[in-house]
């Protein structure tokens, strides 16, 4: 059936969305991905035939593949366990499937759609050739052993090892994926295939990992910040910033914006925040690196530890900040926070996490011309040196630091660069819509280039 053409922008919206959401029930986060993309897309594509007729973005929100299976693995009491485990392919137009893998109670599959829709768009702003994907398990490494996390990561591997390659998907780390997961789990993908490639990022230095990786998407969220801060004629230095989040995007975020003079207030982990008013320093940064990736306890240590005030329960929005940038999860920012961090004076948000944002909170920010830069464009840093670890691999050579930092760095101008192109309206910038339609163009092109597949 061809595209009706009587339809304004408001009804094909809703027609849209209606048939998105009847295809795809109870998925409420992967609904609110596609909305907050179809509002800019839609009435760009109106008038457009070439992409309307071609249904690109009902393509698009359709995933490619999603595969799904039974993950089982024993404690160390002997107890057989039952986990679910999932990839979902979403979008291969540009490159081989790229995403992470999440590790976290919650996931589940609107969680990986969501996901790797918004992954399809982000690979396409880094400019490099790599489509999206997104995968992970409802398994909870928090409160595991090493060896049972071993146990688990050996057998999710063994379900996915088909699926992937270095040139047909390759995963990497997210929420409780770190570098002893990804360990076990390339050890055990070499293990079955017999073969040492490129298949998964983030990896050890010792076996193929690339330096910068670690720290690039908080590094890479912090520089989009300052781009789109010099390009309203202001600084990073003797800004307050206030983070969310303590984990690997969160920590990285606060090293960056001290390096560049901002000083750091709060930090957060899912049972509440700390509130530090003098600010994190390299010791009490050092701190938090220890006491999350080797210890793994809780960030309320911090406050003892510091003799700060830990709020328990609580996200940390409602300090007054300059800066804001959520690096826990999805939608940790409402409305009224979103209100109270306006009325409090801050500035600017930069998205380190993916969607932490509610559509109605950053309708806030819109209105009150704060500069809001989404996350597809703001923490697209970290799949950017993902795809320079794989050149590498394939290349079988390992650059430096100095010049990743450096094409972390221009990868991250030329985003800021592309969402001003499309999101300019008039006195200011829209990052929204231009991340979204400078993502979709790139992916649109290749899948009209390959006809109707
Ligand atoms: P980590 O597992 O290293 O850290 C996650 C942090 O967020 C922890 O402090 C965790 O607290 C907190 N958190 C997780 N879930 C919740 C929740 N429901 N409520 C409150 N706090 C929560 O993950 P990353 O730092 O890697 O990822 C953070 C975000 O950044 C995610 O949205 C991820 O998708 C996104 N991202 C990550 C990239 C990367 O390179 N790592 C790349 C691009 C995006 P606790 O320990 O208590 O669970």
Redesign the pocket.
């Known amino acids: 059936m061809s595209y009706d053409e009587t339809l304004s922008v408001e009804q094909e919206m809703e027609r849209f969305m209606k048939g998105l959401i009847r295809r795809n029930p109870c998925e409420e986060e992967f609904h609110q991905a596609v909305h907050e993309v179809a509002t800019t897309i839609i009435p760009w594509v109106h008038d457009r035939p070439l992409y309307r007729n071609a249904r690109i973005l009902e393509r698009m929100t359709e995933p490619d593949r999603i595969i799904s299976f039974r993950v089982c693995w024993e404690d160390d009491n002997g107890n057989v366990r039952v986990n679910r485990g999932y990839r979902v392919q979403c979008n291969n137009a540009i490159g081989p499937y790229k995403g ?1 893998l ?1 590790f ?1 109670h ?1 996931v589940n599959l609107s969680t990986l759609k969501f ?1 790797s829709f918004e992954q399809t768009f982000k690979n396409s702003l880094t400019g490099l050739p790599m489509g999206g994907a997104k995968g992970g398990s409802d398994f909870n490494p ?1 409160g595991k052993s090493d060896h049972e996390v071993m146990r688990f990561c050996q057998a999710f591997m063994t379900l996915l090892f088909n699926h992937i390659g270095a040139d047909i998907d390759i995963p ?5 994926v ?1 570098a002893r997961e990804i360990g076990y789990l390339f050890g055990q993908h070499k293990r079955l295939t017999n073969e040492f490639t490129g298949v998964i990022t983030g990896k050890g230095l010792e076996y193929g990992g690339s330096l910068v990786r670690q720290e ?2 908080g590094y890479g969220a912090v520089y989009f910040l300052e781009d789109m801060l010099k390009e309203r004629g202001q600084e990073m230095e003797g800004k307050v910033a206030v983070i ?7 920590t990285f975020a606060a090293k960056k914006l001290m390096a560049l003079g901002a000083k750091v207030v709060t930090l ?4 509440g925040y700390i509130h530090d008013p003098d600010g994190l320093n390299e010791d009490k940064l050092n701190f938090v690196l220890e006491l ?1 990736n080797v210890r793994r306890g809780r960030i309320s240590e911090y406050a003892d530890a510091f003799n700060v005030k830990f709020y328990p329960g609580e996200r940390p929005w409602s300090v007054p900040c300059d800066l804001a940038m959520p ?4 939608n ?1 920012i409402n409305k009224q926070e979103a209100e109270i961090l306006v009325k409090n004076g801050c500035i600017a948000v930069s998205e ?3 969607m ?1 944002t509610e559509e109605e909170a950053i309708s806030v920010f819109q209105q009150a011309k704060l500069m809001f830069a989404p ?1 597809k464009a703001a ?1 697209a840093g ?2 950017a040196v993902s795809g320079l670890e794989m050149s590498q691999n394939s290349l079988r050579i390992s650059w430096t630091e100095d010049e990743l930092n450096r094409q972390l760095r221009d990868i991250m101008a030329r985003i800021h660069d592309r969402c001003v192109e499309h999101g300019r309206d008039g006195d200011r910038i829209d990052y929204v819509k231009g991340a979204n339609i400078a993502g979709f163009i790139k992916v649109a092109d290749a899948m009209l280039a390959y006809g109707v597949v």
Do not use: W, Y
């Open positions: 992470g999440r976290h919650s996901l928090k990497a780390g997210d929420i409780g770190g690039a998407t969310s989040g303590s984990g690997n995007v969160a957060s982990d899912s049972s999350k690096c826990a999860t999805q940790e380190g996490a993916n932490p996350s923490n970290g799949v």
